[in-house]
Every structure is written in C-alpha cells, then in structure tokens.
Nanobody, 123 residues
Framework: VQLQASGGGLVQAGDSLRLSCAASGRTFSSYVMGWFRQAPGKEREFVAAISWSGGSTSYADSVKGRFTISRDNAKNTVYLQMNSLKPEDTAVYYC?????????????????WGQGTQVTVSS
C-alpha cells in the first residue's frame, strides 16, 4: 500500500488542523493505521492508531483529548483531527500502515509510510 499524507500547515496555538492520509490499494481496510510525528533532532514518536474497523483507537498521552483519529475505508483515507494545538505539536507528521491486527505504538511495527506533512504551531 502507498500512502500520501496532506493537510499540514502553519497555525497559531489553539487552532485546529485536520490531516489526511490517502492510501492506494484494495487492502487498505485490513491495515491498522497510525499517525506518528518527528520534531527536529528527535526520534519519530507515536501519536495515534486506529484498528481496521475503526472500532479501536489508541493515543499518546500528550495528545489525548485534543486529537482524534478516524478512517473511511470506502475512501481509503485515515484522518487526524488536531484541536487546541500547542507549539510542542510542531513536527513532521507521518502516517503508517501495519499489516497486523493489533494496535501498536511501535515505529518498527509499521510496514508502510507516507512522505510526511509539516505542522508548525506558533505561540
């Protein structure tokens, strides 16, 4: 599966953004999908993940209550709604696809990655 992330931009603290990740391939609905982010000089870190059906989700503590992951299998797309953005949310955001059926927060578990989209939050 090939992934294309979009929706990033420059916003002010407190604003909202919605990221999208469009996938190619007929097997999208069988993948766990995740969002990760990487700030300059830091390792890629888990943000959120969603099961193939959308019935289960997982969030990093730092975004819980502010970010919402969702998916539309008919459109082969996963979304990340980001509200109440903070300067510390500034990073390149990546979507990943995992062939297993278990939600995972581990970067190495994801088999496919999109190219990333920059999110910059000014104070």
């Amino acid at each position: 599966v090939q992934l294309q992330a979009s929706g990033g931009g420059l916003v002010q603290a407190g604003d909202s953004l919605r990221l999208s990740c469009a996938a190619s391939g007929r097997t999208f609905s069988s993948y766990v999908m995740g969002w990760f982010r990487q700030a300059p000089g830091k390792e890629r870190e888990f943000v959120a993940a969603i099961s193939w059906s959308g019935g289960s989700t997982s969030y990093a503590d730092s975004v819980k209550g502010r970010f919402t992951i969702s998916r539309d299998n008919a459109k082969n797309t996963v979304y990340l709604q980001m509200n109440s953005l903070k300067p510390e949310d500034t990073a390149v955001y990546y979507c990943g696809a995992d062939r297993t059926t278990v939600l995972t927060t581990t970067v190495s578990a994801y088999d496919h990655w999109g190219q990333g989209t920059q999110v910059t939050v000014s104070s």
